[in-house]
């Protein structure tokens, strides 16, 4: 590290629990944001901020006027650029030094393997749950971490899915089964409240960077689920469901 990110890294290298050793895993580590939205938002200005050398924002959609009650990394000037681009102009307004990789094509099928094989950690800030299964399964396939987001109304829910961290880990299929019709419900037919995603997302970049670090205790087989309008958190454990399709030992 150079003077110049020993200053700018300070605030977590008095972290005993970071330090100088942990600051650098942050910056020779590379990460994959998928949706750069509300969730990814926060995600992406957090990650940047605190030095994770180098991040890729997966995300085929241009910002509208409709997402800037929430979407903070995002402004009125950016308005029609993709968003993975317009994140990746914010970041770099507070830290030039990271790379950055824009990916604009939706990250389906083999992009999508590939994009996932190259990375260190995945965050899911996506909002349908096809996606969701998808990114799922890369993570599996790849034995990378995956942190998980959701947001809608007032309602949110954090999990971290690592089936190589132990054989009881689950992965999101084994609590949101594939065959199991789930009704979407998006931000764009049902709202939400601002902050909310900021919360959540926050959150998600909170376990990404403990993830990389080793910090503490992460919310892996944890399913941590804030109701809103009350304030209340609460918490699920979950288990590894053997006979899922995707981690079940039928599959791997
Ligand atoms: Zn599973």
Redesign the pocket.
């Known amino acids: 590290m150079n003077d110049d990110q020993l200053l700018r890294y300070s605030r977590h290298i008095l972290l005993d629990e970071v330090g100088i050793e942990g600051q650098e895993k942050l910056l020779n580590s590379h990460v994959l944001i998928i949706g750069a939205g509300g969730l990814g938002s926060p995600v992406a200005l957090y990650l940047g901020s605190a030095g994770v050398g180098h991040i890729t924002i997966a995300d085929h959609d241009r910002v509208d006027t409709t997402n800037l009650q929430r979407q903070i990394a995002h402004n009125l000037a950016r308005v029609n650029e993709f968003k993975a681009e317009s994140a990746r102009q914010a970041i770099a307004a507070i830290n030039p030094d990271v790379k950055v990789t824009t990916v604009t094509e939706r990250a389906e099928g083999e992009l999508l393997d590939r994009l996932v094989q190259g990375a260190d950690l995945v965050l899911d800030c996506t909002d349908n749950f096809a996606t969701r299964h998808a990114i799922n399964r890369a993570c ?1 396939k790849h034995r990378k971490p995956l942190v998980s987001g959701a947001a809608i109304r007032f309602d949110g829910q954090v999990a971290v899915f690592d ?1 190589s961290a132990s054989e009881q880990a ?5 609590v949101f089964p594939e065959s199991e019709l789930l009704e979407e419900t998006r931000c764009a037919t049902m709202g939400v409240f601002a902050p909310l995603v900021g919360i959540i997302g926050s959150t998600q970049a909170a376990e990404a960077l403990k993830l990389i670090c080793g910090v503490g205790q992460p919310l892996t087989g944890r399913l941590l689920m804030l109701e809103g309008k009350s304030m209340e958190w609460s918490e699920m454990k979950l288990m ?2 053997t006979a ?5 030992s039928a599959h791997r």
């Open positions: 599996v089936t689950p992965c999101y299929a084994c590894r469901n899922c399709t995707v981690c079940g």
